[in-house]
């Protein structure tokens, strides 16, 4: 395992060297997380179809347990049991507005990733960055547990566990746990963990941080230490249940309307129903659940004795357990949204629960309708603290503070963007197919081929993946 | 599945375009073989290992349910359920002596499939042509079911099912079923189904035609049919039993003597005794047998209620059953031997059974210590017409009969040469490993990763495989 081990001394050094202005080592976080002979054990595996374009390059790596979509190309780099998406890269010919630029690419996107370490990240949909249209890179970055990277190219960060960069391009930063950012540009920032931050340079910044001491019970990582908290629990009590997905070549469908499509390394367990337009993502666990037409549950997504009615977004790492969804609910990515069976949470129609929400409640929590939540919340008294009817923030022209929530700027441009993704995302995700127009991933996902690589099995490059080129 | 059936059509076209000569139209035997929509169902599998050069190329061909080990390009062809094993290609820099001739290689030999529709075909070897020694093709060929084609480039020709070329290069010849031809550099052929012809030019000549009338019933080809015969029905009856093996990604290993190697593609069924330095390939079939020290089941062999004493070889698919085998006999690939649990077959020391040789008795049958048999035997007497003790042979200066079988040239050479080549295949196979020298593919085939490729599963590409390079 002696290139292994070189390749990841390698990978940390890189990193460091980004990061030796805000002086952060991320060795001691790193090291212990995956012992290098794990790192021999998972077969990696791509998907081929006749929907996405085929470029699959990858080089000196290791790809442990990874799946890839779409074009992409991984060199010198470790990705371990992460999902590497590029089912919604731009295409060659493809027009691109940001402000007054109108970019034609010159050709295909693709996503590459280089000099970069990846544990259990997700990353997905294509460069916002109006200056690398063509490249989605991830270089010389180390993310953690369950990172989210969304549209972000990013260059010399670390990421901690839970973390989500999306649509922002980011250089040398130190992401902190469960922190969200959106913020366009950034670069030489540290930031503390449990920040919650969304800004469009020009139009608004909405800027909330989680309460140190509450969010260390639900996701608390340090120097030298795994990952610890509620959360990494939660999964852990669940992941040996996905075995029996890896084990098999090709699995038995489970049956689902012809609209919808379960990815094959989704965990279905019994009393599903699933109902027209549904996407299903490969390690999303669904249990004893109603998902209404047009519902999805994207990567890593956790949805267990609730009910979906119809059109909801469930992003990237979502969580929700004893829940009443009304139609058209957006539920951000690595949100924890738990009732208990007793005392079940309810989400009204049209609401937005932000990326990084967390809602936890051994008494009933209720959300009227149309209402935008953040933060971390264990009742129903914290819900009033921590929202705003959508209705009323569009109004603002100035700035809102509602708790320990700060928004500055034009809050119809953040609403009014906001809805516009969900609608997108639900676009792309198929929930608006008519049987002959609008087919998008719930659609395209139903024929699939999967291909399973392993590493050299031993030797000096035992645990290291040959060179592998994939074409049309 | 548009692409695939143009494939089809066009690798027909060439073939017949090779045999324009012979009048022979290979269409009507190929085209009820393989339902297209079969081709589409099994994945392809290469190995990884530290011991073996990794170049594999797949461009615009199927590969269903077909193995790969070393170097391999695999153009414009169909390779339904067959194995190509590069694991004996030469290397750079080896020197090979033909004659007077002493030919450095200039580059690592590959395999090289061209235009060519193989169906359960073992591909094994290298090249013996002195004037292709770093390329061993296929090209413009259609191997039927349980073809061997052995250390044998081959352009423009059609082997019917059990034909074996071996150390033969071959131009535009047919090959009639249960054929075996060694015979150095041959074209424009037709030879007859149930030829057996051993020729090294200038030295000698063996011949011997299986009786037609008899042969029919163990295997019988013609055109618009599929292969029918008692060969195929064992076969068949089996076949089932191996899908367990392909169902899962990762087996558990059964225990094996540190020197000795299973392919995890070998079917073991209970009361196997396994002993050191035995090599198992993959697709062999093997129940309620004994294999001595550095005993060797190669692909497609089958071994029931068995015994064979140590130093066996068994070449690619031999059929063993209800038989008792002393050390160091050889026996010949597809083979079929068949005792019966009352009236066992039994053979002594140093036999060397020639590749299609048939005995199939319900009275017992024995052969003496250090004969040679070939033929077509269903009982003792048959054995005395078809055998010579290789002592006799050895001293055989003109020529000799013996039944329908024909001799011409140097007897010595002959038997010196059979011996040279068992002992080669033993020492490649690591029969004679010590715990530190002379390891072979019994200790070099432990350590080996599978990996699973699959076509596109839908659209006009449906069944064909993407470009796939595989480089260290």
Known sequence: MKALQNLFDRIVQRVNINLRELDFDVKPYITIQIPLDQLRKFYAFYGITPFHPLDFQFRQSNLAGSYFLGKCRTTNSILYKSDIRGDELKKKGDVYNYQNFQIKLTEDEGIRIEDSLLIKTLVHCFSHDPETLEDFFITNTLAMHY?????????GS????????????MNDCVIGAFSYVQAGEVGHLNIEPGTIWVRSPGQFDFLYCHPKEELRRYIHFEAGQAPRGLLIDFVDERKDEFQRLFEKV???????????????????K????????VLVA???YLENSYMGKGANAQENCYIIN??????????????????????????????????????RLSIGKECVIMPHTIIDSDQPVS???????WGLNTSQADIEDNSVPLETLAQVKDSLQIGAMYFEGDGGAFVTG???RIHHILEANGAFFDGMANSGHAQKNQKISFNMIQPYPDGDQEGMYPTINIQP
Chains 1, 2 share one sequence.
């Open 418 to 420: 906001f809805q516009g």
């Open 147 to 155: 990172a989210n990277i969304h549209g972000a190219p990013i260059d």
């Open 367 to 373: 959300i009227p309708d149309g209402h935008l939540v």
């Open 306 to 343: 609730s009910r979906l009615e119809g059109n909801n977004v469930t992003a990237h790492g979502g969580k929700i357990i004893e829940a009443d969804l009304q139609p058209n609910v957006f539920v951000g990515c690595n949100s924890f949204l738990r009732g208990r069976a007793d005392s």
């Open 270 to 277: 019994p009393k599903m129903v699933i109902g027209e337009n």
């Open 282 to 284: 490969q390690r999303a």
């Open 250 to 268: 090709n699995l038995e469908p489970v049956a689902v309307p012809d609209s919808a499509s379960l990815d094959r390394f989704a965990l279905i």
């Open 158 to 169: 670390f990421l901690g566990p839970f973390a989500t960069v999306d649509l922002t391009t």
